[in-house]
């Protein structure tokens, strides 16, 4: 699959599967410099835009390694980026964790998964079916 992509800043990064055909994922990367606190959050600008094909969605998910070493999310994970946006892709990144944390234009901050999205048609209705769970929410399932 082929996406569009426009670079909006000079220090943008044209993302690229790093291990190849393999990988679910492409790096996204910050063109500021943005230094957050415990507990902050920024917006971050990566300089790209992109024309994701119709019926597929751009989801942006948090990137393990920031996340595992230095508490470093997304607060809308995963974000969504819908076919029919043509602005920048933005990224709202937050520290969780104990520790100051610097990002650098350049950084990887989060990743983008193009995936399939079907275009969801509701009907009302006076009964839904039968299923297994029911009504059952949080821990229904007796697990922990």
């Not at 990137?63 to 974000?79: D, E, K």
């Not at 709202?92 to 989060?110: H, L, S």
Request: hydrophobic content about 40%.
């Amino acid at each position: 699959m082929k996406i569009p992509i426009r670079k909006l800043h000079p220090r943008a990064t044209i993302p690229a599967h790093a291990y190849g055909d393999g990988d679910a994922g492409v790096d996204l990367t910050s063109i500021v410099a943005v230094s957050l606190k415990p507990g902050e959050r920024a917006l971050v600008p990566t300089g790209i835009a992109l024309a994701i094909p119709k019926g597929f969605g751009g989801f942006v998910q948090p990137r393990s390694g920031l996340a595992a070493r230095h508490g470093i999310t997304l607060t809308n994970s995963p974000g969504l980026i819908d076919s029919n946006y043509r602005g920048e892709i933005k990224i709202v990144i937050q520290n969780a964790g104990t520790d100051d944390f610097d990002i650098n234009a350049g950084d990887r901050i989060a990743q983008l998964v193009i995936m399939p999205v079907e275009h969801a048609e509701f009907e009302e209705v006076e009964r839904l079916p039968d299923s297994d769970r029911g009504g059952g929410g949080f821990g229904s399932s007796g697990k922990s």
